[in-house]
């Protein structure tokens, strides 16, 4: 499996992580993206970047699961939209069903969708009703076809729109479309919610590595990540802030462990929740 030297290829190390420790994570699917070549980049990862990234990735999968599983127990109609969705089992592993839309790049939708199917008819996946949308959110035209797809959903439901692994890899001018079209679509007291990097993390030495290791494994340039603080967060326009939290808070919230509070050693990631206004 892979897309070699693509930033997508992340989406399968991301996976890696959340296989290694399920007790944490709560996916139960991620294993099934990853291969001996995944294994041996992770391998690499950690030891060239820092260690705890299936702790990380764990705490952010059960983090945004939890958010997830709070509002569709609350609104079972509820559309679930996530965006760079990558390998992520979100529509497998919630407490009830819900619609979901997938959004990412064409080559990740298509080879996920024939996955997926595939799983499906063997029964290794349950059937679940998924929308899945091809769209480079680089394009503009791409962008406004995805804005009207997704419109005759958003407009009439409350919805739960998730951006994982991907704030940091848009330009600025592209998040700021993509979150106007947010604000315009979703009806009032739906949720966003995203992780982001500060930019005081230009200088951490993980993030110093994870940049190297980008760019040097996946062809990603090192001066391209976007980096916004909470206060971008909470200007937002037609949000208001429910939570703003930290990798070290999630690791206090779900685990006993203290493997995070050493912070020169891990990358140092940020959580926003945000709900429409009225
Ligand atoms: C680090 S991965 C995260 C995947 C997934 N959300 C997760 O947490 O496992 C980043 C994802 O964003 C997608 N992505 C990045 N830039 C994109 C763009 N311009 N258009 C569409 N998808 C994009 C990648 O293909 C990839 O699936």
Not at 25 to 50: C, G, M, N, P
Not at 213 to 231: H, P, Q, T, V
Not at 247 to 272: G, H, M
């Amino acid at each position: 499996m892979g897309f070699d030297k693509h930033i997508s290829e992340s989406a399968f190390l991301v996976n890696e992580s959340r296989a290694r420790n399920v007790d944490l994570s709560r996916d139960i699917f991620a294993h099934l993206w990853v291969d001996d070549s995944t294994q041996k980049l992770w391998d690499d990862f950690s030891r060239e970047v820092y260690p705890h990234d299936e702790i990380e990735l764990s705490l952010r999968n059960r983090f945004f699961l939890d958010c997830l599983n709070s509002h569709i127990n609350a609104d079972t109609s509820i559309v679930f939209v996530n965006v760079g969705a990558g390998f992520t089992s979100y529509p497998f592993l919630t407490n009830k069903p819900c619609r979901c839309i997938e959004v990412d790049y064409a080559h990740v939708i298509d080879f996920k969708r024939k996955k997926i199917e595939g799983w499906q008819e063997e029964g290794i996946v349950p059937k679940r009703g998924i929308d899945y949308i091809a769209a480079d959110l680089n394009n503009k035209l791409e962008m406004e076809e995805l804005g009207s797809i997704l419109g005759s959903h958003l407009k009439i439901n409350h919805s739960f729109i998730l951006l994982e692994g991907l704030t940091y890899y848009l330009e600025m001018p592209v998040l700021r479309n993509l979150l106007a079209i947010f604000s315009e679509l979703q009806v009032g007291d739906s949720i966003l919610t995203f992780d982001f990097w500060t930019p005081d993390s230009a200088d951490h030495p993980v993030f110093i590595r994870f940049r190297e290791f980008f760019s040097k494994r996946f062809g990603y340039k090192e001066a391209r990540y976007n980096l916004f603080d909470a206060d971008f967060v909470r200007s937002i326009p037609g949000y208001s802030v429910v939570e703003i939290t930290s990798i070290q808070d999630l690791e206090k919230v779900y685990s006993k462990t203290t493997f995070l509070s050493d912070y020169e050693n891990i990358l140092p990631e940020q959580y926003a929740v945000l709900m429409k206004n009225a």
